[in-house]
């Protein structure tokens, strides 16, 4: 029993961290309808920025941390200017294709600076944890927890309460009717890749803090994917309930099954998932069932 | 724009794929020089001939779902992997004839294709690249813990296949058997746009709800889609398995299966022309992009992580996303533009 705890408290805190990444994937999805497959890609680089703001240039942690967000903020934005932007009105595959090799690029980016081998944060939280009857917490992802319980709070109330997180959710309507009242439908696409490719940097520091920092930061970052649908695709609110089952499911299962198999039952068990969801509830938990006319 | 002074009289003749007599010659020329290059070519070239085919079939059968039927797979890799692997165990497990297992190998892999599938009942575009991008993950892990019969991380050997007592194994032989196999599939694949099942597909990709107003059962097409381009994957591997003689779970990861989509859409989708033009333009790419990176590292070996360990992906990427953006049609689309030129020549128009 303490065994399963144990993992359920894991996966808990695992899965908020998923929930932090699919949240850019969500918000880039509601206001332009692109899917971001390069979200993996942004969270490992966004990981690497932090980490060079941090160590290699020597800045005062919470200091780097920040300069490592804006730095991402700003491939966010260049992302979209560049790239995102002659592609719209393109059909959805050209711009999935866009996106694909938009992951293939930001991955071999990141070997080309950074080198293939694997980077370490300074100590953010001390290696020892708390325990609570008999489960063991480590304090880092304790601390993963509670930042990205923070973070979304604070992006849940700039989408509810500032200007641009409105105009945002108006875009997510309707391009032509929020092109109609003033809003620059385009600013809100820049703001959205800024915005995620932001979030996705957070969630990189915080797992490679759990995990260490290396090139398979980009396909845990992918598993953003399964979150995503289990929640629907156009709801925040089902980034923060489907991060935690996901994540859960992951840790519990990789717990229980990894010893009959050989291992390796993380990496599987959230596309498992994945493929349930689409044949039993497509649209996912809180996603809108949309009604298609000819 | 058809060339000058030909006139269709009949339907069959609008409908040939090959309309003059110059055009049939220029076939059966292109055909011929394909069987007698082993003659003049080096053994490099042919097996870079060799990888081309064995990627042409499986972009061919991309080209019908994504190209003909409008649907999207991000796990052409990991079905070409399952006609690999079909392929070694049936061979040197069980020690069956290459030639019952190849057909085999396509089925197989068209059967985990229907799986991956079957949520095309209720979903459609993006949701339909999430469950194949699951099965590119999936199967890769399938690989990698199949224990003996897969052989894990190590892979697995593929013996030579054999025809009427002699052992297939020279460059010379398995070029002629790959360049074979791939003209028969692509008539195959050429020609199944002009079938019902071909104008189904071609209705479905338009629109779907349309098509099934017409009375085309959309699911049961989109699952014969899925069935031809998993079973064109599993020609593939199978092909991919011999020629190589040796397959591990890392020749069909994600990064593959993104190529062959974006040979796809490099060459132009929906077209048997510009799907192979696509796969050749991109592997010929990949093999110049090898060769600079080579060269780079040895000049400068400074450089070598980076040229080495990213130049070829990094090259690939920036083709995909500047011909995304200023080619979106690939090169087929230039091609038509091109003869629709030359033909006009004198006039603009």
């Known amino acids: 029993m303490t065994f399963f705890i144990q993992l359920l408290a894991t996966g808990l805190m695992v899965g908020c961290v998923y929930s932090l990444v699919a949240l850019g994937f969500v918000l880039i999805y509601r206001s332009s309808q692109v899917f971001n497959f390069a979200q993996g890609s942004l969270v490992m680089l966004g990981g690497y920025l932090i980490w060079t703001f941090m160590v290699w240039i020597g800045l005062p942690m919470w200091l780097g941390v920040l300069v490592g967000l804006a730095a991402s903020g700003v491939v966010g934005y260049i992302i979209d200017r560049f790239t995102i932007r002659p592609l719209i009105g393109q059909p959805l595959l050209s711009i999935i294709l866009l996106t694909l090799g938009l992951y293939v690029l930001i991955d071999a980016l990141v070997v080309a600076i950074w080198g293939g081998g694997e980077k370490a944060y300074p100590q953010l939280f001390s290696q020892l944890g708390m325990s609570l009857g008999g489960i063991s917490l480590p304090y880092q992802y304790i601390g993963a927890f509670v930042i990205a319980l923070v973070l979304f709070g604070i992006f849940t109330l700039f989408l509810q309460r500032t200007k641009i997180g409105l105009a945002m959710r108006a875009a997510s309507e309707s391009h032509k009717l929020a092109q109609s009242t003033g809003i620059s439908v385009k600013a809100i696409f820049s703001w959205s890749w800024v915005i995620a490719a932001v979030v996705a940097a957070a969630g990189g520091f915080l797992l490679g803090n759990m995990n260490g920092l290396s090139l398979s930061l980009s396909a845990i970052g992918l598993r953003a994917f399964p979150v995503v649908l289990l929640g629907g695709v156009e709801s925040v609110r089902g980034c923060i309930v489907a991060g935690p089952i996901v994540g859960i499911l992951e840790i519990v299962g990789a717990g229980y099954l990894n010893q009959y198999v050989g291992g390796g039952m993380a990496d599987v068990i959230p596309y498992v998932v994945l493929v349930l969801i689409l044949v039993i509830r497509p649209y996912g938990l809180f996603g809108e069932t949309r009604i298609e006319r000819i | ?349």
Request: charged share 10%; glycine share 12%.
């Open chain 2, 1 to 349: 724009m058809q060339p000058t002074g030909i006139r269709k009289t009949s339907y069959t003749t609008d409908n040939a794929v090959v309309h003059t007599h110059t055009q049939w010659a220029m076939l059966i020329g292109f055909l011929v020089l394909l069987f007698i290059a082993p003659v003049f070519l080096s053994g490099h070239m042919m097996g870079i001939i060799s990888m081309v085919c064995i990627f042409v079939i499986a972009v061919l059968g991309l080209n019908v779902l994504t190209g003909l039927c409008g649907q999207i797979s991000l796990g052409q890799a990991a079905f070409m992997g399952v006609g690999a692997y079909t392929t070694a165990i049936m061979m040197s497990k069980f020690g069956i004839s290459f030639w019952v297992a190849l057909p085999c190998a396509g089925i197989a892999a068209g059967l985990v294709g229907l799986i991956f599938g079957l949520p095309s009942l209720r979903c459609k575009g993006f949701y339909l690249a999430m469950s194949t991008l699951a099965a590119q993950f999936i199967l890769y892990w399938v690989f990698m813990h199949g224990g003996s019969w897969t052989g894990r991380f190590d892979g697995t050997g593929v013996p030579a296949p054999t025809l009427g007592g002699i052992t297939l194994r020279s460059n010379v032989s398995i070029y002629l058997l790959i360049m074979t196999i791939t003209v028969i599939m692509t008539f195959f694949a050429r020609n199944l746009s002009r079938t019902k099942i071909g104008r189904a597909f071609v209705a479905v990709r338009d629109n779907d709800l349309a098509a099934e107003v017409m009375g085309i059962n959309t699911y049961r097409y989109k699952l014969i889609a899925f069935f031809i381009c998993s079973f064109y994957a599993g020609i593939a591997g199978s092909l991919y398995g011999v020629y190589v003689g040796w397959i591990s779970p890392d020749h069909f990861t994600l990064m593959d299966s993104i190529w062959m989509l974006a040979m796809l859409i490099v060459g132009g989708m929906g077209s048997t022309v510009g799907t192979i033009a696509g796969v050749v333009f991109l592997r010929g790419v990949k093999e110049l992009a090898a060769i600079g990176a080579d060269a780079l590292a040895t000049t400068f070996p400074s450089m070598a992580t980076f040229a080495l360990g990213a130049g070829t992906s990094l090259v690939f990427g920036l083709i995909v996303v500047l011909f995304l953006i200023f080619e979106p049609r690939g090169l087929y689309h230039r091609w038509q533009l091109f003869k629709a030129w030359y033909r006009l020549l004198p006039f603009p128009y």
